[in-house]
Antibody, heavy 122, light 106 residues
Framework: EVQLVESGGSVVRPGGSLRLSCAASGFTFDDYDMSWVRQVPGKGLEWVSGINWNGDSRSYADSVKGRFTISRDNAKNSLYLQMNSLRGEDTAVYYC???????????????WGQGTLVSVSS | DIQVTQSPSTLSASVGDRVTITCRTSQSISRWLAWYQQKPGKAPKLLIYKASILESGVPSRFSGSGSGTEFTLTISSLQPDDFATYFCEEYSSYYNFGQGTKLEIK
């Protein structure tokens, strides 16, 4: 079955750190760029970070730049998000998302995980 | 950064109605726009990509149109399963999402 399964969400204090994981299965993981997208409960979606197929290129939303680090382990079919210096506004459901990719590039997201909740609170 | 403005934020309609949701972008994105449906507690589900291409398995009552800076999602005849929140997403550069439209039962 083609799927993404996130884990690692929890309650953390402001200033704390957390590492999210996303396990991919059912497709050739290292053929695809990957992203993290977050959603404050009841609100809209925000792209957080993306990484290319081999990890050589990473990009971040301004809201997390310098605090979050995206990485991947293709041997383990896994994507990660290291979140440091967490703030209340980082409270959200974090989704792992796979784009549709072809020889010309990567485009819309065609596969999402179920999400993992990060709550930053004292 | 490209801004995406989606309207309306809430839409009340009845089963069988035809409804339209609009997304406007702050600069031209050609046809690099997708539409998603999201139900409470679930991940977004892809409906339409490249402005008008229906994802496999999505009912034909869903359709998309537009190019440049203005796009629409139309549901031709609402079914009970369609009451959900809908998001547009531009992917011409990075990824930017509209604020969402909650489709409610009238």
């Amino acid at each position: 079955e083609v799927q993404l399964v996130e884990s690692g969400g929890s309650v953390v204090r402001p200033g704390g750190s957390l590492r999210l994981s996303c396990a991919a299965s059912g497709f050739t993981f290292d053929d695809y760029d990957m992203s993290w997208v977050r959603q404050v409960p009841g609100k809209g979606l925000e792209w957080v970070s993306g990484i290319n197929w081999n990890g050589d290129s990473r990009s971040y939303a301004d809201s997390v730049k310098g605090r979050f680090t995206i990485s991947r382990d293709n041997a383990k079919n896994s994507l990660y998000l290291q979140m440091n210096s967490l703030r209340g506004e980082d409270t959200a459901v974090y989704y792992c998302a796979k784009p549709y990719c072809n020889d010309s590039g990567c485009y819309h997201f065609d596969l999402w995980g179920q999400g993992t909740l990060v709550s930053v609170s004292s | 950064d490209i801004q995406v403005t989606q309207s309306p934020s809430t839409l009340s309609a009845s089963v069988g109605d035809r409804v339209t949701i609009t997304c406007r972008t702050s600069q031209s994105i050609s046809r690099w726009l997708a539409w998603y449906q999201q139900k409470p507690g679930k991940a977004p589900k892809l409906l339409i990509y490249k402005a008008s291409i229906l994802e496999s398995g999505v009912p034909s009552r869903f359709s998309g149109s537009g190019s440049g800076t203005e796009f629409t999602l139309t549901i031709s005849s609402l079914q009970p399963d369609d009451f959900a929140t809908y998001f547009c997403e531009e992917y011409s550069s990075y990824y930017n999402f509209g604020q969402g439209t909650k489709l409610e039962i009238k």
